[in-house]
Every structure is written in C-alpha cells, then in structure tokens.
C-alpha cells in the first residue's frame, strides 16, 4: 500500500519528458476552441455594424420624407384650393395604398408545404421588445466630485496616450530595428515604460476615479475625504512620472514583468492604494442606506488583493531562485485578474445599469462570480510556467483553477448580458452600449481562451511566442479598457451636461476594434506558426523572418488603435470644456 501511495504521488509531482505529440494540432481543444471563440468576436462586431448601418439608413429616409413634405408645401402654395384638394388626394391614396396579397400568386391559397414559415404576424414594425424614448439625462454631482472625477480621468487620458505612443514606437521596432541607437530608446527599456505607464497611469488611474464616483453613488453620502483622494492622484501619477524617466535611464527592478519600477518608486503607488482603501471603507461605513452594492465588494476585494501582492512582489525574501519566479506568476497574474479586472468587473455592475436605466440583472449571480474570482483567480500565477523547473504539482493546481474560472466568467457574462436583454435598440442610440457589449464579449472571449492556453499543449505551443503579446492585448484591451470608455461615456456626459458628436464617438468605437482585431488576429497567428516551428526544430532565427509580415500587421493595428485614443482624447476635451459665457449687450 505504501508502494502503491509513493508511486502515484510520484506520478502526480514528477515532471515527465515535456514533449507532447503535435499531430494534429489544429484540433487540440485550446487551438481550436481559441478558433472558435474569435469568431464570436467577428460576429458581434458585425452585429454592432449592422445595427448601426440599418439606424443611420433610417434617418437618411426619415430626412427624405422631411425634404419632400417641405418641397410639397412649397409646390402647393400658388395653386388654387380644387388643385390642391386633387393633390392631396392622390398623395393620400397613394400612402395608403397597400398590396392585395396576390399580384405574385395570383387568387390561389398560400401554401407552406415544405414548413419553412414558423410564425405570421401582420403587424407593421412588430417589435421584439417595447423600448421607452431616451432623454438626455443630467446627474446633479457635487463640484468637489465632479472635478475629482474629471482630473482622475484626463490625467489617466494622458497616460494613454503617452504609453500609447511609445508602445507604438516599440512595435515599428519590430519592422525597422535600426530605427535608432540611443539606449534611451532601446526596446529593452521603451517596453516596460510602455505596459507600466497604460497599466498604473491609463487604466489604474481611470479606475480609481470612476470608482469614487461609484462608492459615493452606492452609499448615498457624500466621499469620506477629497484632500486623501486629491493626495492619492498625485501619489500615483508621481510613481508613473518618475518610474517612467527611471526605466529609460536604466534603472529597474530586474526582469519582473509588471514589477520593474523600483520599490522606492512603487511605494508611493502602494500608499495610493491605501489610502484609497481607506477613503472607500470609510465612505460605505457612513452611507445612509442599510445595503452594501454589490459594486462595493468588487472594488474592495481589488484594492485589499493588490495591496497584498504588491507588498509580497517586493519583500526581499522572494527576489532570488525559483521562489521569485513563483512569486512572478504570482504577481504578474494577479495584477492582471485581482487588479484590473476585479475592479473593472465592480465598475461594470454599476454603470451598466445605470447607463441603461435598469437594475442588473441578478444580485444573486453577481456574488457567485466574486466569491469564485476570489477563490480560483488566487492560484493561477503558475500557468505561466507550464515546463519550467517549478513543481509538477504546482502547475497542475495553476491548471486546474485556470479551468474552474469559467464559472465566474460564465456567471458575470450572463449576468451582463441579461441585463443588456431588451435594451438592444440602445446600440443605435449611441455608442455607450456597444463599448459595454464589446468588453462583455471580449470578458468571456478572452478569459476563456486564457483558461485553455493554461493547458499544457497549447502552453506547450504558445508560451514565449508572439501569441502572450496577442492575448494580453485581448485582455487589457479588450476588456478593461473597452469597458473603461464605456463607463466614462455613460457617465462623464451626465455630469457635465455636454456630449461629444456620435460620430467622433464612432470613429473612436471602430479604430479601436478593427485596430484591435488586426493586432491579436496577425499575432495569435504568427505566434502558432512559430511555436509550431520550434517543436519542429526549425532554426530560431528562420521564425523571425516569417513573422515579419506579422509584425506589419501589428503595426497597421497598433497605428488604428493609437488614432483611436487621440479621438477618443478630443472626445474627452469636447465633454469637459466649459461652456463659453454668453456676453449680453
């Protein structure tokens, strides 16, 4: 029995001969369910366009029948009455007129004899769902928070387009390595200045922003204290700001990814978060209403998970061997689920509804996929090193709870989406609601293709590839920033009383998802084919010269998304500018 208890865990510690059978890897469950789940992607993009494409159609004809009404009026004023009388006549038969039902089958019986129709109806315009008529809407916000809000997000604006810009810059590298010889502006430290300013600049500062405007909102009080809030916006830009000129100068903490800022440059971050976390508890510890939303658990479980790792990240007892490896995984994926997502995830359970002028959809899942976030997204970090001298055991737990996360995906998903359900006519309105469908969709899509890469083949073919750089783009992209503007163009309006064109929030919308597709479609795809070609044992440097014109393609999506930030920029200026003071005379 002994023997028999040794032997199997043997068998479950041990790491076997990391050489996996590739034939037939287009059918591998993750290869092909990552196929499968693009589409997805491709068809709601179509959707959204034709929705759009069928809404503008509409006004086009409705603007016709204006035109023509006007023309009519025109022709009929120097006519006398008997003409007149005549005209209008014919006008009215002719609205009025409506086909006999047998000028193509003639006076015969309609037959469906192959049972192709399902269901008849005679109603004109039969609609799915009754829809109420939209109104502008105006919040009646505190100046003290409007502004707070307003700096958070133009300072996380900036960031964009700053981190942007030199991501940008790092992706021509790709196609003219030559481009420059000055170690300032060497990929080695233009990457990191890149991930670092979007992730602690764009996306972090975006975050906490809106989130004070929630935590207000939920508790029905006003915010604990704007001078703790004012100082943490200066604490955190401080951290991008000179972590930024440290990474181009060279200074850094090694190969942490994520991490690479220094910690005497992170702690003022730290300290932001703190002092976030305790501006939030005691604001929802003084709100008049008994509940707590469900919002608030959210942005909670954010802060106090990513003050936790990011304490551990930097403790020097886990900056050596194989343990600060573990702790890599550990961060790096944290930062990404418990950061970004959980607190986006507490945004989008507010706005959503808000935006749509409804509850969310259930209380009750919105719960269920915490509780689980909290549980299966702590001990993923692993996956990261499938292969690696780590513990067999180890990566297979990290496998393991990267597939028990698809029932939090699945429930918040479905929880968003059935709260989007009969409100689906809000996509030709504006443009609010596609940016929440796009995040939704890419939430599962991307989140489930993260659970599948975690297994082993298709670890076994991507990892170190091109493909990570498409999938971290499919997640911080696709989901958090998507999400991001939809939150601020559902409620930056509301609290100005200003609104950008449609169109401009248009162009926006598009460069940004065609520019995002181009990008993760040209390295998901260049990424296969060189992991592909490596398990063949074709030289290493034979795999760079055919991902060259990936790489083109990376940077015509790279270009579309970063022109789509700088409408999105004019779009943010248009929202807060002030109204200019009429003079009277």
Not at 50 to 73: G, P, T
Not at 307 to 333: K, R, S, W
Not at 461 to 484: C, E, K, P, Q, R
Not at 492 to 516: C, D, M, N, R, Y
Request: charged share 15%.
């Amino acid at each position: 029995l002994l023997s028999i208890l040794l032997l199997t865990s043997y068998n479950l510690m041990a790491q076997p001969r990391p050489n996996p059978s590739t034939e037939n890897w287009q059918l591998s469950p993750g290869i092909l369910g990552t196929f499968i789940l693009l589409i997805i992607v491709l068809f709601i993009a179509f959707l959204i366009l034709y929705v759009r494409i069928n809404s503008h159609l509409k006004k086009m004809r409705y603007k016709a029948d204006i035109k023509n009404k006007y023309k009519l009026a025109e022709e009929l004023i120097d006519l006398k009455e008997s003409e007149i009388d005549r005209i209008l006549e014919e006008r009215k038969a002719a609205k009025t007129y409506t086909l006999s039902g047998d000028e193509i089958a003639g006076a015969e019986r309609a037959q469906d004899k192959r049972g192709i129709v399902s269901k008849v109806t005679h109603k004109r315009d039969y609609p799915l769902v009754d829809e109420k008529k939209t109104s502008k809407v105006y919040i009646e916000t505190p100046k003290s928070l409007k502004d707070l809000v307003i700096w958070y997000i133009g300072t996380s604006v900036f960031w964009l387009i700053f981190g942007t810009l030199v991501g940008q810059y790092v992706g021509m590298k790709f196609v003219w390595p030559e481009m420059d010889t000055i170690s300032w502006l060497s990929f080695g430290r233009l990457r990191p200045v890149h991930t670092n300013a979007v992730f602690w600049g764009w996306a972090s500062l975006a975050m906490v922003g809106l989130g004070n405007f929630v935590i207000v909102r939920t508790s029905n009080t006003k915010l604990y204290s704007y001078k703790i809030a004012w100082w943490v916006l200066g604490l955190m830009n401080f951290t991008v700001l000179l972590g930024s000129i440290c990474l181009m100068a060279g200074i850094n903490n090694g190969g942490g990814e994520y991490r690479e800022y220094i910690w005497p440059v992170m702690l003022p971050f730290a300290v932001g978060l703190i002092l976030t976390l305790y501006n939030f508890y005691q604001t929802v510890a003084s709100r008049k209403i008994s509940e707590i939303y469900v919002s608030n658990y959210y942005l909670f479980g954010a802060l106090i998970w990513t003050i936790t790792i990011v304490v551990i990240a930097y403790l020097p007892n886990f900056q050596d061997g194989l343990g600060e490896t573990v702790i890599q995984g550990y961060y790096m994926h944290q930062g990404v689920g418990m950061w970004f997502m959980t607190f986006t995830l507490g945004l989008i359970y507010y706005y959503l509804p808000s935006s749509l002028n409804k509850p969310i959809y259930s209380y009750s899942l919105g719960v269920l996929a915490f509780w689980t976030q909290m549980f299966f997204y702590t001990m993923i970090g692993t996956h990261h090193f499938i292969f690696s001298p780590l513990p067999w055991w180890l990566q297979t737990v990290a496998i393991v709870f990267s597939a028990g996360m698809f029932i939090p995906v699945v429930a918040g998903t479905t929880n968003f989406l059935m709260t989007m359900r009969g409100s689906w006519s809000e996509i030709s309105k504006s443009y609010v609601l596609p940016f929440f469908l796009v995040g939704v969709i890419f939430y599962f899509v991307g989140s489930t293709q993260g659970s599948l890469q975690a297994f082993r083949f298709t670890n076994f073919v991507w990892h170190f590839t091109d493909f990570n750089v498409a999938h971290s783009h499919m997640t911080m992209y696709g989901i958090i920033t998507f999400i991001l503007w939809a939150c601020i163009y559902a409620i930056l309006p509301k609290i100005t009383g200003k609104s950008p064109k449609q169109i401009f929030v248009g162009v926006h919308f598009w460069l940004a998802f065609i520019g995002l597709f181009a990008y993760i479609m040209s390295m998901m795809i260049g990424g296969t084919l060189k992991g592909v070609s490596w398990i063949e044992g074709r030289p290493f440097l034979e795999s760079l010269v055919f991902m060259h014109s990936y790489w083109i393609w990376r940077g015509i999506g790279g270009s579309l998304m970063f022109f789509s930030h700088l409408m999105f920029a004019y779009n943010f200026y248009v929202i807060i500018k002030p109204k200019p003071e009429k003079v009277l005379i």
